[in-house]
């Protein structure tokens, strides 16, 4: 206020209110006017104050909803679905065997009343055996595919140091060996513990194999039945595995071939699904 005492029209002495000395006390009004104004208003400040408390109450709300009591910054939700997919697959194991145990029941029934002509079973048996659901005995080669060790460096000169993409089992790898195998008139095949059919799928999920609802880690090992020498030229003129044993020689990738001589392969014990089917000329 000191300053509107230097002013010309505060020291002309003109104005009453003025002269009566009351220049602090005619501003002093106006003053309490703005005081009171700004005191009426929302200050900004206090907006933004109410808004952010407002916000960390809204995550806070949404961040215990979803954890539904548990710990989500935690990797447990993972693990729980890793063991789900093990449980999973075991169940599926265990159902396969009582699966083949009831089809074992009714094949034993249906012999003994069916009322076919031997010529009739003799033709269901071959379809049987092509379709892979009876056991099958042979001489036998088992192909072992396994991952690199995780510390595997390039062994041969002129090759960059390995990608973690080149040191596991890719689902190309093992589609490869399987379809060498029947190329090389392999009368049945088995991965791990199935037999395959004509609609088994070989899959991988990351470093996992998932055939027919079961899953598997490596090694994998792919046995088949027929004649081993044609079954060894059938793998070595396989250009896919051919791309393969660089790998295997470069990074180490895993592959061993053995003759198992006489085996039986398991029959297939799981359900099958078609979605179109003809019956067979």
Not at 93 to 113: F, S, Y
Not at 170 to 192: F, P, R, S, T, Y
Not at 210 to 230: C, F, H, N, T, W
Not at 244 to 261: F, I, P, Q, R, S
Request: charged content about 25%.
């Amino acid at each position: 206020m000191s300053n509107s005492a230097d002013s010309p029209e505060a020291g002309s002495g003109t104005s009453p209110e003025a002269g009566s000395g009351g220049s602090g006390t005619g501003s002093a009004p106006a003053d309490r006017s703005d005081d009171s104004s700004s005191r009426g208003g929302i200050r900004p400040v206090r907006v933004l104050t109410v808004g952010v408390f407002a916000l960390a109450g809204l995550i806070f709300f949404t961040s215990f909803d979803t954890a539904k009591g548990t710990n989500i910054r935690t990797d447990a939700s993972l693990l729980k679905l890793s063991d789900l997919i093990q449980e999973r697959s075991h169940k599926n194991g265990q159902l396969d065997e009582t699966n083949a145990v009831l089809r074992d029941d009714v094949e034993a029934l249906a012999e003994r009343d069916d009322g076919s002509t031997e010529a009739e079973d003799a033709r269901l048996k071959a379809l049987e055996k092509n379709a892979g659901t009876q056991k099958l005995k042979g001489e036998a080669l088992t192909v072992t595919l396994n991952d690199a060790p995780p510390d595997a460096t390039a062994k041969l000169p002129g090759y960059p140091e390995p990608q973690p993409d080149y040191l596991v089992i890719h689902q190309q790898d093992l589609q490869a060996v399987v379809n060498a195998l029947w190329l090389g008139g392999a009368e049945g095949i088995k991965v791990m513990d199935q037999r395959l059919i004509s609609t088994s799928a070989v899959r991988c999920v990351g470093n996992t194999l998932i055939l027919q609802g079961r899953v598997y880690s490596p090694p994998y090992k792919i046995q088949a039945v027929g004649d081993p020498e044609k079954l060894r030229k059938a793998l070595a003129a396989s250009e896919a595995i051919q791309n393969y044993m660089v790998y295997v020689n470069v990074y180490g990738l895993g592959w061993k071939v053995t003759e198992d001589g006489p085996v039986t392969l398991p029959g297939y014990s799981g359900t099958v699904d078609l979605k179109y089917a003809k019956p067979v000329e």
